[in-house]
């Protein structure tokens, strides 16, 4: 007879991990399914500073090994596969993966969501070495450098006025003369030392090893100009990995999923944790909790209807 699972998590980043530590430890049968590496977006970070727990800073990879482990040691099954469709009505889900149909009571969508890149020459060699995409995590290497934002949004001026606090130069360049930005962000950034690169396209990275600089091409005459710069912070979005639930879920404008802090989505024993979720603030420290709250939230459901518990 085919398993049929109380909890499976797609995605194996901290919100999926957490959901299945959670729930594995109360007792539920619970996979986590992940195509790649345990960690999700964590595992391009060199190294995270503001996880509570590790005062000299951990690997991405690293923690998020420990945390796939962590869920292991209470029976938390990992199984390394893509999920291609899922129906998420019903009493049973049913999750079509690379391996066969996987069968749950419960599912936690934690599929993360994904950075917007500019797509120029150059940005896949830097990353990591001048080129980010989280100035709240890789931030802290610019203190007393120059470093730009590319973007023109909320978070683009975000990033631009938490760098302003050690960088010793902060350009925000965008492709239009004003900011998209609520007005708030606008009043804020007129308070600093922030320079506006106004009506600019980066156009390509400049440095071998790391970043060195970034050419600049103006959108109204084309002419081109080189800013150096020791890095450069990308922020045009995110893009949510939502396409599995598409039809299925309510997805706000941006495409996330409608959740609140309890993680429950319009269906019946489906949640949304970490980073695919409506939601404020997107760090490891708010995916976890969103695992926690879901993995809460899905043992209740189950207690509530106890012909769906094993």
Known sequence: MKTVYDMAVIGGGP???TAALYAARAGMRVCVLEMALAGGQMTTTDTIDNYPGFD???EGWELGDKMKRNAERFGAVTVQTAVSACRLDGDVKQLETDIGTVLARTVVLATGA???LLGIDDETRLWGRGVHTCAHCDGRFYRGKTVAVIGGGNSAAADALYLARFAKQVYLVHRRDTLRAEQYY???LADTSVEFLWNKNAVRFLGEDRVEGVILRDTADGTEMTLACDGVFVSIGRQPQ?????GQLSLDRNGYIIADESTETALPGVFAAGDVRTKALRQVVTAASDGACAAHAAELYLAAHPEKSH
């Open 114 to 116: 994904s950075p917007k």
């Open 186 to 188: 606008k009043n804020a």
């Open 15 to 17: 919100a999926g991990y």
């Open 56 to 58: 000299g800073g951990i």
């Open 242 to 246: 939502t396409a599995l639930v598409e």
